[in-house]
């Protein structure tokens, strides 16, 4: 029998920075940041928001036109997969870090203020 696994995921946020292009072969990478934010009330009933940054990759040609779309404070809609790495630093460590590779990406090219 064959076992089913999931890896989706799908964001709606603000871009956190302009994305670092980089490329590779005859495609390009970009990389940046995007903010999700919750609101909820705790038991006195104060509202917080909660806001959390994902770390995103997406490459050329992943339903987006340009990359000049994507600009600090855009709402990108994404749906893609968790990818988690590990490095080691200059001092030899071990690191890791997660982030959201994109297979689909819409960017909403008006900004709120």
Do not use: C
Request: proline share 1%; glycine share 8%.
């Amino acid at each position: 029998m064959e076992t089913m696994s999931l890896n989706r995921v799908e964001l709606k946020g603000r871009v956190g920075q302009d994305p670092k292009i980089t490329r590779t072969g005859n495609s390009s990478l970009a990389r940046f940041s995007l903010a999700t934010s919750e609101i909820y009330k705790d038991r006195s009933g104060n509202l917080h928001e909660e806001t959390t940054w994902h770390n995103v990759a997406v490459w050329a040609g992943r339903n987006i036109e340009d990359f000049e779309l994507i600009r600090k404070g855009a709402t990108v809609w994404l749906i893609g997969r968790i990818r988690n790495s590990k490095y080691t630093n200059a001092d030899g460590e071990e690191r890791f870090f997660a982030e959201v590779v994109a297979s689909r990406l819409s960017v909403n090219r008006e900004t709120e203020s």
